[in-house]
């Protein structure tokens, strides 16, 4: 007679197909339970794993991080920028303090409570903000046909839609009350290309794959300057098949295509990007900074925070990577041909 736990086990592979066609996706979705709230404390609303050379608070050391991965970024000041799962909109009241602050702010989350969180966020920061700000409720992946409004869809904008922009009448500005847009066709003038796509802490989540989502954002990037930046997970080159295929994908929501089919070291991850059509492409190693302080600060939490934090060193000690990611636009690319790996 087969024991309870052998029995559990070789029904999980089932149980994780069943799941997600029962329970709708925002529930399967682990940030609608990692809340923001219980992290931080204050009045601030991080979730990333964390920058904690200089400091063992959990609030300050996600901003550091994002903040490292803005100047690693090294992007054009004052233009296009796209945020890709920006959480409970900390990263983007990141954007909207640089100087100049972008003139267009596109903010993509899969979650509408994100959106909602987001938009209070910035209306009670930023109330004069002077950045043309976009939301987008959707995946982060453009589905081709499905995601017509999806800022990667590369035909966007040249749909002739509508929209608006500031009216620049020059001096007689009367204040805030007064200010005006205009409906502009923005076709004619082509769709709006990013000086900055910046996915901090998120994009080992993305489907089908990670690198299905770099050959998607190129092509959306201004030409000779836009940059890609990113922090990403990059497991160990050999993963057990069963961790990789059946138990970590549902646990950590991660296709298992960015478990199995990853780059197995750092110049291959850079490989990748360059094959894809990135120029300028550079990759860190930024562990160090990130696997034991954040683990230190979740296990003094107690409960069961001391469990995700003993994963997390288990992690690191079996070689996973928290690295840094940034490719470039090259002036003449025909980009987006090589969609997929
Ligand atoms: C951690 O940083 C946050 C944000 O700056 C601050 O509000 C909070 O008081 C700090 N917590 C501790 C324990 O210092
Ligand atoms: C962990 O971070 C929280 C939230 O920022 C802070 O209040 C706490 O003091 C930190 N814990 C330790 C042990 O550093």
């Known amino acids: 007679m087969p024991s309870p736990i052998f029995l559990f086990v070789v029904s999980l592979p089932l149980l994780f197909r069943l799941v ?203 030409p000779g300057t836009g940059v890609l930046a990113y922090t990403d997970i990059l497991p160990p080159p050999k993963i057990n098949n069963v961790l990789g295929h059946l138990v970590l994908p549902p646990l950590l929501s991660v296709p298992a295509r960015n478990l199995m089919s990853r780059p197995k070291s750092l110049d291959e991850y850079k490989a990748l990007l360059e094959r894809i059509g990135y120029e300028g492409v550079e990759v860190q190693d930024w562990s160090d900074g990130v696997w034991k302080g954040f683990a230190s600060n979740l296990s003094r939490r107690g409960g069961l925070w001391r469990l995700v934090a003993w994963l997390v060193s288990v992690a690191e000690r079996n070689g996973w990577k928290f690295i840094a990611v940034r490719g470039r636009r090259p002036a003449d690319t025909g980009a987006g041909s090589l969609v997929g790996e």
């Not at 923001?36 to 404390?41: P, Q, R, V, Y």
């Not at 640089?98 to 993509?108: D, I, K, Y």
């Not at 996915?199 to 089908?208: E, N």
Request: hydrophobic share 35%.
């Open 20 to 222: 997600p066609m029962v329970v709708p996706e925002a529930y399967l979705e682990p940030y609608a339970w990692w809340d923001a709230k219980t992290l931080n404390d204050g009045q601030v609303g991080w979730r990333n794993m964390g920058w904690w050379e200089t400091t063992d608070n959990f609030s300050l050391a996600a901003e550091a991080l994002a903040g490292k991965l803005l100047d690693f970024a090294d992007a054009r000041p004052g233009g296009n920028v796209l945020d890709i799962a920006h959480g409970a909109g900390e990263s983007l009241a990141l954007h909207l303090s640089t100087q100049p602050p972008p003139v267009n702010l596109h903010a993509l989350t899969s979650l509408a409570s994100e959106t909602r969180q987001s938009k209070d966020l910035v209306a009670s920061r930023f109330p004069d903000t002077t950045t043309q700000i976009e939301w987008f409720t959707c995946s982060a992946t453009y589905r081709t046909g499905r995601d017509i409004d999806h800022p990667l869809n590369p035909m966007r904008g040249f749909l002739g839609e509508k929209k608006r922009a500031w009216s620049d009448e020059g001096e007689d500005d009367e204040g805030d009350d007064t200010e005006e847009f205009e409906d502009e066709d923005v076709a004619s003038a082509g769709p709006l290309r990013y000086d900055l796509v910046y996915v901090l802490d998120a994009i080992y989540h993305f489907k089908p794959s990670v690198s299905y989502f770099l050959a998607q954002v190129l092509p959306t990037l201004q």
